[in-house]
């Protein structure tokens, strides 16, 4: 394939992209991203051209073009992984199916606490929050549980009697068993909780502190802390 039908190879993908029941900013990424491909191809001469024309070569062409955006571009992995699936849709309009490449790593990023703007946002929100929606805020917000903590607490792990009043961690973080103390706000909202809580069920492996409206344990509480509308992203 020439460098003028290349050309007019990448022409016409665009005219079908347009075509496509898609946003405008997803054609323009896409068109983009084929076209600094396009550009790579031409600029390898023969070798690009045959990714083209010969099946059994596009997927080391699309291999070395990914190592073109890291090392030589230095594009960080989200971008690479979107000018891969780019690259996968324009080999689809040509007919060569998707590449054998595989997608890079993400990088893992550490959970970030909220800000102290951030909470005094999220507290008043809980507050005006369903029962058990302000035990779940009330409870990740002032007493540093997390998610899978919370979601995994049975109602045996709830111990208020007199002042003091507790929830017991039995495999937090490290696999560390750790008794948390309440503060006054968090365990009126667990009272509160509790008297509305459905009546236990038997049922193996414990009964869930925290239900839903069907009386199953959550798999997490993030749906809770979303509709309070002030949780981390």
Avoid: C
């Amino acid at each position: 394939m020439s460098e003028s039908e290349l050309s007019e190879l990448l022409d016409r993908y665009e005219r079908w992209l347009s075509g496509l029941p898609l946003s405008e900013r997803t054609r323009r990424k896409y068109a983009r991203r084929v076209s600094r491909f396009g550009e790579w191809l031409a600029s390898e001469g023969d070798r690009g051209q045959e990714a083209l024309a010969d099946p059994s070569a596009h997927d080391y062409a699309v291999r070395d073009f990914m190592r073109h955006l890291k090392l030589e571009l230095r594009w960080a992995p989200a971008a690479v992984n979107l000018a891969l699936a780019a690259v996968d849709h324009f080999f689809g309009f040509v007919g060569l199916g998707v590449a054998d490449v595989a997608r890079e790593r993400l990088p893992q990023a550490a959970p970030r606490a909220l800000d102290d703007d951030q909470l005094l946002a999220f507290v008043p929100a809980a507050g005006r929050a369903g029962r058990r929606d302000r035990a779940i805020g009330l409870l990740l917000a002032y007493m540093g549980l997390r998610l899978s903590e919370l979601a995994a607490l049975d109602l045996d792990d709830a111990r208020v009697s007199g002042r003091k009043a507790t929830v017991v961690v039995r495999s937090g973080k490290g696999d560390v068993y750790r008794e948390v103390p309440l503060n006054a706000p968090a365990r009126r909202a667990l009272d509160d909780w509790l008297k509305e809580r459905p009546a236990p069920a038997a049922r193996a492996g414990g009964e869930p502190l925290f239900v839903s409206r069907v009386g199953r344990r959550g798999r997490s509480a993030r749906s809770p802390a979303r509709r309070l509308g002030s949780a981390p992203r």
